[in-house]
């Protein structure tokens, strides 16, 4: 059978590869430190489930939900992000709404199928969540990557943005707190980036939220359109519940923008997908939002305490040139090429290939250790870990993980 090349085209989710690798290891007996986590080891907070449970008795939680959603919970959603971003939505000049979709990817790939024709380019901030330019290529657009440096803590260069928008940018995506680097960019960036798009008109701004509320080390994350907010009127937000509220698999996310694209992502979904589920979604009409800030208190000391573990691993190691603060999310991006390692896989002094698959799998079938190849992201010769494995357990993965570092 021939598969399309729409499809043949796109790369396998290497994050997802690399974590099914390390449990099919760790249940056949080997011991292994899985850095590869994108999700939050915890459960959801209680009075979030216990309203699950409640629905579970109503018939409509088992039946088709409207396509964009229920009503009440996409107004719901829209005055959560307004009064948490401290922006009104009216300020836009242009009408809003929200779309209910089935987690973030999806949210995602209902914004790339309905905003791009063939051909039209879409801005890309390296590193970047290895899902963009992929879907990107799906919908037969061309993802414009620009890269950033280490040794700028990932500062995507704003002359650089502009360099590459031309006349066929139709997007650029933002990812602020990031993955992978959890980092977020500091409320300078965001100024000056609304001055670089208000003199790029045509450009429509897609900004993934999605880990907005998991930032561990002030100041908080803030915006472009909280300078701006006339640049509200071409923005598209990207949330949902899977971070922030630890229900990766429950699948819930949304779009929030203007109705013109709401509308016709409405069409698309109903199309392909139908409504998402209205189990959760029926549960999130009655949940107060207000109550994730005193639910992430501690998971935020948690992931501040393994970002401190992990400066202090790297200085006893005489690593800490390969040390940046990460602040916010739940990731680092680990540097080879600044560490002994790298000089194993290059083939010469000068060899600036990557390396990063090589180097993840062997830290994982030599070591134990399980992380996330950097190409995967956008960024050579890097790896991607999390930081939300419990205390002891990481520090011994970042002590085993030293000693394959040094080579
Ligand atoms: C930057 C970013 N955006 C969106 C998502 C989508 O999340 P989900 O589809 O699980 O809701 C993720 C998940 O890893 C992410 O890292």
Sequence with gaps: MKISSRVSDISESITLKL???????????????NLTAGQLPFRPMPEFSSLIRDELDFIRSYQYSPVPGYPELRKKIIANWEKT??????????????????????????????LLDHGDEVIVLAPFWVTYPEI?????????????????????????????????????????PNN?????????WMRDFAELMLENPHVNIICDEIYFQLFYFDPKPTFYYQSKPELLARTII??????????????????????????????????TTSGANSLVQR???????????????????HLRDNAQT????????ELSHTWYQSTSAFYYLIDFSQTPIMEKFKSSATDTADYSPEICESLLEEFGVATVPG?????????????????EPFREALEILMKFLKG
């Excluded at 974590?19 to 430190?33: F, P, T």
């Excluded at 992978?180 to 300078?188: N, Q, V």
């Excluded at 699948?251 to 694209?261: F, S, T």
Aim: with cysteine; aromatic share 6%; proline share 4%.
């Design 180 to 188: 992978p680097t959890g980092t977020h960019y500091s409320d300078e």
């Design 375 to 391: 190409v995967a992201f956008g960024m050579n010769n890097t790896a991607r870990m999390s930081l939300v494995m419990e205390k």
């Design 283 to 301: 549960a999130l009409v009655n949940f107060d939002f207000d109550l994730i800030e005193t639910y992430l208190g501690p998971i935020k000391k």
């Design 238 to 271: 990207v949330d949902g519940i899977s971070k922030t509220l630890a229900s990766t698999g429950l699948r819930l996310g949304w779009v929030i923008a203007p109705k013109v694209l709401t509308k016709a992502i409405t069409t698309l979904q109903g199309q």
């Design 310 to 317: 992990l400066r202090e691993v790297l200085r006893e190691n």
């Design 85 to 114: 971003r401290g922006v009104s939505l009216s300020d836009s000049g242009v009408e809003f709404d929200c779309v209910v979709t089935n987690g973030g990817k999806h949210a995602v790939s209902n914004i790339m199928g309905t």
């Design 19 to 33: 974590n099914a690798k390390a449990v099919a290891m760790s249940e056949s007996g080997k011991h292994i430190y």
């Design 136 to 176: 990107i290529k799906f919908c037969k657009g061309e993802p414009k990557i620009i890269y950033s440096s280490p040794f700028d803590v990932f500062k995507p260069n704003l002359d650089e943005i502009k360099k590459n928008i031309s006349p066929r940018t139709k997007a650029i995506i933002i990812n602020s």
